[in-house]
């Protein structure tokens, strides 16, 4: 028979292992910087592809929100959607769309209030130019005549004032009843 020979491992000096050796702990320190670029790497693809993902629903988003508004794109293409964006930077489309509809509403109100602010001040002055010649008409009908027409002769009360307590109280008589008459 033959004999085995056994190998026995020379021995391993202390501080000479697999453990301390150089060139081992180079390549763990390879092998985490490896790690960690391809932590990095896996992490910028996976913000692209969510960029992606959310810029596509964004853009399905944006296009449902067209075929609900049939003027949306007819002002994208006619330049009012930028100029609102320009005048507001933080507006993104949509709502540079409802800011053009909101300044659009203030300025047909505006020319609505405009429009019945005109009418009042017309009625008004109708009213009022109505009501000035009633009361001129009704302080003229009502009056009764300053003097006695000439066919008619002088008044009784002027003819012989002494009958009727004097020309004083005739003429404080006659201006009362004219105040009286006219409404004063």
Do not use: C, W
């Not at 629903?57 to 007819?74: I, M, N, T, V, Y």
């Not at 409802?98 to 602010?117: V, W």
């Amino acid at each position: 028979m033959k004999s085995q020979a056994t190998v026995t491992p020379a021995p391993v000096a202390p501080g000479t292992g697999p453990a301390d050796d150089h060139g081992i702990a180079g390549l763990e320190s390879v092998f985490a910087d490896l790690e960690k670029r391809l932590d990095q790497l896996v992490e910028s693809r996976l913000d692209a592809v969510e960029a992606k993902r959310l810029e596509a629903e964004r853009a399905a988003l944006a296009e449902a929100f067209a075929s609900q508004h049939p003027d949306f794109k007819e002002l994208a293409a006619s330049g009012a959607l930028a100029a609102q964006k320009r005048d507001n930077p933080l507006l993104d489309d949509v709502g540079a769309y409802y800011a053009h509809h909101l300044y659009a509403q203030r300025q047909a109100a505006t020319e609505e209030l405009a429009k019945a602010r005109a009418e009042a001040a017309t009625d008004a002055e109708a009213r009022t130019l109505e009501r000035v010649r009633s009361k001129r008409l009704a302080t003229s009908l009502g009056a009764a005549p300053a003097a006695p027409a000439r066919s008619q002769g002088t008044a009784p009360d002027l003819a012989a004032p002494e009958k009727f307590g004097g020309i004083n109280a005739v003429l404080a008589a006659r201006l009362a009843s004219r105040r009286r008459d006219t409404g004063l």
